[in-house]
């Protein structure tokens, strides 16, 4: 089974940057789709980005236009570029491996959808 090893979080002003990545230990192509989600404490978990091995991407209409995922196949890395980072971004950023579409599609909606999950980095965004 694929194991995922976040990196990249940190601490940063409102309005600043950062670029996460999540290292497989296996081949990510064998995942129908890949996601980043992020929880933040007293929240529930919630989806940011899911790109499918096509590398169609989708987003929550919050978050399109700020948060870019990719993935590098022969690195199996996948990554998320945050841009404009505000306060409420704030929180432990997941990323995950699913082997399953819904509706054909990978979404960012449910972490059911997601069998294989990383430990989390923190992402602190401060005002």
């Known amino acids: 089974q694929v194991q995922l090893v976040e990196s990249g979080g940190g601490s940063v002003q409102a309005g600043g940057s950062l670029k996460l990545a999540c290292a497989a230990s296996g081949d990510i192509e064998f995942a129908a789709c890949m996601a980043w989600f992020r929880q933040d404490s007293g929240k529930e978990r919630e989806g940011v980005a899911a790109?499918?091995?096509?590398?169609?991407?989708t987003y929550p209409d919050s978050l399109k236009g700020r948060f870019i995922i990719s993935k590098d196949n022969a690195k199996n890395t996948l990554y998320l570029q945050m841009n404009t980072l505000k306060v409420e971004d704030t929180g432990t950023y997941y990323c995950?491996?699913?082997?399953?579409?819904?509706?054909?599609?990978?979404?960012?909606?449910?972490?059911?959808?997601?069998?294989?999950w990383g430990q989390g980095t923190q992402v602190t965004v401060s005002s």
């Open positions: 995950a491996a699913g082997y399953v579409r819904v509706s054909g599609v990978c979404s960012y909606v449910s972490p059911l959808n997601y069998k294989t």
């Open positions: 790109i499918g091995n096509d590398d169609s991407t």
